[in-house]
T-cell receptor, first 113, second 117 residues
């Protein structure tokens, strides 16, 4: 029973265009949402996060949007660059002393030249 | 400042053998998490440990799997009598324990790829 769903296993985007990765969640108690990026043979690395009190957070080329009523968040990358080719994991949890992060299955992003 | 160190990077075991995966957290981190990634799957939480203490093991299979984080030395994930279904990438992550959702990032190691023949 998946609490975090990334329904697109893969996505191909032309270099310079916008990449949009989507994520849905089921538990309305989740109050922090994160995106991790993973290259082959490496561990995931933190990319960007947003708390449930916000609906948008921007960091350079990366913007995360949160729609609490739809239990949906998305990551926008613009402009997309070749180094953005990686697997992107949506993650979330309920903040507190014993945080536990729940990850989605990931979306593999291919940036095409 | 070394990151999270996992060893070995690759581990091959025959069915029925034991697998021991090691994780040394980042300097200054006292909390360790273990995640498993099966082929074509996301990262599944297994266990969350503090020094000498298991905080949450709700994702750990009830049999054959155990984890520890002793006062001295690395955290160990131990899988007894491995089966083919245990083949996966096992990732360790560490934190200071102040809150990996609101207050800090979770730092991951490069993982151990376990292959069971």
């Amino acid at each position: 029973d998946q609490q975090v769903k990334q329904n697109s296993p893969s996505l191909s985007v032309q270099e310079g265009r916008i990449s949009i990765l989507n994520c849905d969640y089921t538990n309305s108690m989740f109050d922090y949402f994160l995106w991790y990026k993973k290259y082959p043979a490496e561990g995931p690395t933190f990319l960007i996060s947003i708390s449930s009190i916000k609906d948008k957070n921007e960091d350079g080329r990366f913007t995360v949007f949160l729609n609490k009523s739809a239990k949906h968040l998305s990551l926008h990358i613009v402009p997309s660059q070749p180094g953005d080719s990686a697997v992107y994991f949506c993650a979330t949890g309920v903040s507190g002393r014993d945080d536990k992060i729940i990850f989605g299955k990931g979306t593999r992003l291919h940036i095409l030249p | 400042n070394a990151g999270v160190m996992q060893n070995p990077r690759h581990l091959v075991r025959r069915r029925g053998q034991e697998a021991r995966l090691r994780c040394s957290p980042m300097k200054g981190h006292s909390h360790v998490y273990w995640y498993r990634q099966l082929p074509e799957e996301g990262l599944k939480f297994m266990v969350y440990l503090q020094k000498e203490n298991i905080i949450d093991e709700s994702g750990m299979p009830k049999e054959r799997f155990s984890a520890e984080f002793p006062k001295e030395g690395p955290s160990i994930l131990r899988i007894q009598q491995v089966v083919r279904g245990d083949s996966a990438a096992y990732f360790c992550a560490s934190s200071t324990g102040t809150g990996v959702l609101a207050n800090e990032k979770l730092f991951f190691g490069s993982g151990t790829q376990l292959s069971v023949l």
